[in-house]
Nanobody, 120 residues
């Protein structure tokens, strides 16, 4: 029902910034809670941030104060602005959509992921 495509990943130095984008298909984007997860090598997928359809925002402690999630319903796009990046932020970042849940348990639909590499 919903297809998600991430973009904006790449290489960045520590203390730098990146903005990830997730473009969603369909006309029901506004009805979905949206989120970002990440997975580093050898680790489980980790919840990063979520934004509900009413635009309430939630973050994991590791990124609070550095990352900002937002959405533009007119563009069917959710963003993750990442500032003050650290090498430990290196991971594949995944966009997620869910019609009911938000937070660590969300994920009815997933994008393919985009690699973020932060060098020291």
């Amino acid at each position: 029902q919903v297809q998600l495509v991430e973009s904006g990943g790449g290489f960045v130095q520590a203390r730098g910034s990146l903005r990830l984008s997730c473009a969603a298909s369909g006309r029901t984007f506004r009805r979905y809670h949206m989120g970002w997860f990440r997975q580093a090598p050898g680790k489980e997928r980790e919840f990063v941030a979520a934004i509900t359809r009413s635009e309430n925002k939630y973050y994991t402690d590791a990124v609070k104060g550095r990352f900002t999630i937002s959405r533009d319903n007119a563009k069917n796009t959710v963003y993750l602005q990442m500032n003050s990046l650290k090498p430990e932020d290196t991971a594949v970042y995944y966009c997620a959509a869910d019609g009911l849940r938000f937070g660590p348990q969300m994920g009815d639909f997933w994008g393919q992921g985009t690699q973020v590499t932060v060098s020291s």
